[in-house]
């Protein structure tokens, strides 16, 4: 069965500040990787995702199959960068069901 | 575009009725859907996926008799509570995919009473 770990429940960083939300994850098959983001009174959306490779709003993530680690990070941290994020695991074709993890909240302080 | 709504926002029914809560997409078509719920400070746990035209496939542990899917048109799926109690209640979150993106809508809290 596959499971999706985020350590932290809670991060909280200065404004400036280099922010890192890990995910672990475990499936035996080939997983795309997602991170999404729930701001405050909004739905949840797609941040990023690992194929794409791409930075969203100064956020990157590797996909590092050695560590089975998916972690986020943000060198600069923004207050508008305050919200809940999830790591999720989808098992192979895009689209598929996905498996969330607990979420990390980030408060970015001024 | 991909916006998914959701109806009601919230809704309070006394134990032992059923209540219905829809998922639309309101602009775009989407064969699957899935529905989640999410306890208070919990993450999002997968109940089950619904497919238009057949019938929903269901988490282990979700009681499919319970939580009744109904997947008619590629713009609607329907999660039926029955026979409601207490312990359903809940934040329930669905969601419509498209391309390799799910999108999702705002949620439905559910209180019994």
């Known amino acids: 069965a596959q499971r999706v770990t985020q350590p932290e429940k809670l991060l909280s960083v200065f404004k400036g500040a280099p922010v890192e939300l890990k995910c672990n994850y475990s499936?035996?098959?080939?997983?795309?990787l997602f991170w999404y983001v729930q701001y405050s009174r909004q739905r949840l959306q797609l941040l990023l995702r690992?194929?794409s490779r791409e930075s969203i709003k100064g956020f990157t993530a590797d996909l590092n199959k050695g560590e089975t680690s998916f972690h986020l990070k943000k060198p600069f941290a923004q207050e508008e960068d305050s919200a809940m994020y999830y790591c999720?695991?989808?098992?192979?074709?895009?689209?598929?069901?996905?498996?969330f993890g607990g979420g990390t909240r980030v408060l970015v302080k001024p | 575009g991909a916006v998914v709504s959701q109806h009601p926002s919230w809704v309070i029914c006394k134990s032992g009725t059923s209540v219905k809560i829809e998922c639309r997409s309101l602009?775009?078509?989407?064969?699957?859907m899935f529905w989640y719920r999410q306890f208070p400070k919990q993450s999002l746990m997968l109940m089950a996926t619904?497919?238009?035209?057949?019938?929903?496939?269901?988490e282990q542990g979700v009681e499919k008799d319970k939580f009744l899917i109904n997947h008619a048109s590629l713009t609607l799926s329907t999660l039926t509570v029955t026979s409601a109690h207490p312990e359903d209640s809940s934040f329930y979150i669905c969601?419509?995919?498209?391309?390799?993106?799910?999108?999702f809508g705002p949620g439905t809290r559910l209180t019994v009473t």
């Open positions: 969601s419509a995919h498209r391309g390799y993106e799910q999108y």
């Open positions: 999720a695991l989808s098992r192979g074709a895009a689209g598929n069901k996905l498996t």
């Open positions: 602009d775009f078509q989407a064969t699957t």
């Open positions: 499936y035996s098959g080939s997983p795309e």
């Open positions: 619904s497919n238009e035209g057949s019938k929903a496939t269901y």
């Open positions: 690992h194929i």
